[in-house]
């Protein structure tokens, strides 16, 4: 769940809208249009590992096809 706040309400409430980042997405407008989100330390932690995974090369090695194994029929499957 998030909450929304105006940049006004923000700097005025700093203290409890912390507190609410703790466990909820916290977005900031500022004349009704989104200008930042604060969210907990440990939701950025597992944003930035998650960055982290997805950047490496490496992820999908496992996944990529055998060169020369394409278009090639399996023995089950011949006639």
């Known amino acids: 769940m998030s909450s929304t706040y105006s940049v006004t309400e923000a700097q005025s409430g700093f203290p409890a809208l912390l507190k609410e980042a703790e466990d909820n997405l ?13 969210v907990s330390a440990e939701r950025m932690a597992a944003i930035a590992e998650t960055l982290e995974i997805m950047a490496d090369p490496t992820r999908d090695a496992g996944n990529a096809k055998s060169p020369g194994r394409e278009g090639q029929i399996p023995p089950s499957l011949r006639a």
């Open 26 to 38: 916290v977005l900031v407008t500022r004349r009704a249009k989104p200008v930042a989100y604060i």
